[in-house]
């Protein structure tokens, strides 16, 4: 079956801080991957994505790479800041699943001055 | 803006008395799907809808029902909500193409509390 394994949190840093959240998967079929990330009070928000292994998905300074030999994904961010404290979610897809969505449990983060 | 609009935001609601979650999308996409998250649970998909008239259960459907008579919307309906269903519901929607996995939208969520 299809399932996402994310580190548990919460995790709190300090600003300027290396950010590593672990994600793995098992999947039935191809899957695509994700990473949402929600804010305080707000729905789910698309942070990157990746369709294919070794991709790269990157924004807003964060990255993550599809690593099939590993099955992994995992979020990466050099530098954190104080607005960057949401909760981030690793997700899967596969187009044979019709479009429904594995979610990880979420990892907490807390980013301190 | 594209966008997936729910209501209400929160609601408190008692044991038994219907209630029904709106779920409206803008961007015409066919597949819509509505999730709970619960603590240390993740999101959950409840329901599930390809495209008009056309709907499905996902991992945990018991206690709720949805129809899908537009493209736009898709309402949750609970019956008889019990204490168990207090949950942060989220509306999805995406786009549904042959062979492509899509990125799936959401709603601002929906705060249920049921005493």
């Known amino acids: 079956g299809n399932s996402v394994t994310q580190m548990e949190g919460p995790v709190t840093l300090s600003e300027e801080a290396f950010l590593t959240i672990n994600c793995t998967y098992t999947a039935t079929g191809y899957p695509s991957l994700f990473w949402y990330v929600q804010y305080p009070g707000e729905g789910l928000q698309l942070l990157l994505k990746?369709?294919?292994?070794?991709d790269k998905g990157s924004n807003k300074g964060f990255e993550a790479t599809y690593r099939k030999e590993t099955t992994s994904f995992h979020l990466e961010k050099g530098s954190v800041q104080v607005s960057d404290s949401a909760v981030y979610f690793c997700a899967l897809t596969t187009f044979n699943t019709g479009n429904q969505f594995y979610f990880g449990t979420g990892t907490s983060l807390t980013v301190i001055p | 803006e594209a966008q997936v609009t729910q209501n209400p935001r929160y609601l408190i609601t008692v044991t038994g008395k219907k209630l029904t979650v709106t779920c409206s999308q803008n961007m015409n996409h066919e597949y819509m799907s509505w999730y709970r998250q619960d603590p240390g649970l993740g999101l959950r998909q409840i329901y599930y809808s390809m495209n008009v008239e056309v709907t499905d259960k996902g991992d945990v459907p018991e206690g709720y029902k949805v129809s899908r008579k537009e493209k736009r919307n898709f309402p949750l309906i609970l019956e008889s909500p019990s204490p168990n269903q207090t949950s942060l519901y989220f509306c999805a929607s995406s786009l549904s193409l042959t062979g492509v996995a899509t990125e799936a939208f959401f709603g601002q969520g929906t705060r249920l509390t049921v005493v």
């Open positions: 990746a369709t294919k292994a070794d």
